[in-house]
């Protein structure tokens, strides 16, 4: 089998799994949030990368006319006068693992170095900006919708949204970026 069509096969794999399994995984996710909060590392990010990125929500939301608030010692964000929490768990460790995964399958090959960085960069850059409109398009359903609306994109399609983004930067990848040693 073609190494692109096993890269393409390992992320539909992962769709099947995550369409499989997330009822479960958005039923104990309360469970694992805590689970990793006992963890170092998440203090940091609360502290640190949390702040960034609701401030960057705040940059693209305000030129638009939404009224933008952040407050880092509860890590709220008010859009409109609709309060939100933002945590660690909101940034999307799960598409850069998701990323990380696909790569250790997708970079394997005699590739040029230098391409793979450049895969490796464009990787991480579209899964970042990938997940601040993931975060964006939230907050907007939640000040202009429903809250069903709200709850199944941010549980279920967020997940779905990631792995059509690792089908289009694979594919873009294999057509224009890897090249062959």
């Excluded at 499989?20 to 502290?47: C, D, H, M, S």
């Excluded at 993931?134 to 907050?139: D, G």
């Excluded at 919708?145 to 289009?168: C, E, K, N, Q």
């Amino acid at each position: 089998m073609p190494k692109q069509k096993k890269v393409f096969l390992a992320i539909l794999l992962v769709l099947a799994l995550v369409l499989a399994t997330a009822p479960f995984l958005v039923t104990i996710n309360e469970v694992l949030t805590r689970i990793v909060e006992k963890n170092l590392l998440y203090g940091w990010v609360q502290e640190h990368v949390v702040p960034i990125e609701a401030k960057m929500m705040g940059a693209i939301l305000i030129p638009f006319g939404y009224e933008y608030g952040f407050s880092p010692s509860n890590s709220m964000i008010v859009v409109n006068g609709v309060k939100m929490g933002i945590t660690w768990n909101c940034l999307g460790w799960q598409s850069l693992l998701l990323l990380f995964v696909s790569l250790v399958v997708g970079l394997r090959g005699r590739y040029k170095r230098w391409s793979m960085m450049e895969a490796l960069g464009i990787g991480i850059l579209g899964t970042f900006w990938l997940n601040i409109l993931r975060m964006l398009l939230t907050v907007l359903l939640a000040v202009h919708a429903p809250a069903i609306f709200r709850m199944v994109f941010h549980d279920y399609l967020a997940a779905i949204s990631t792995v059509i983004w690792l089908f289009g930067f694979w594919w873009f990848s294999y057509s224009f970026v890897l090249e062959e040693r």
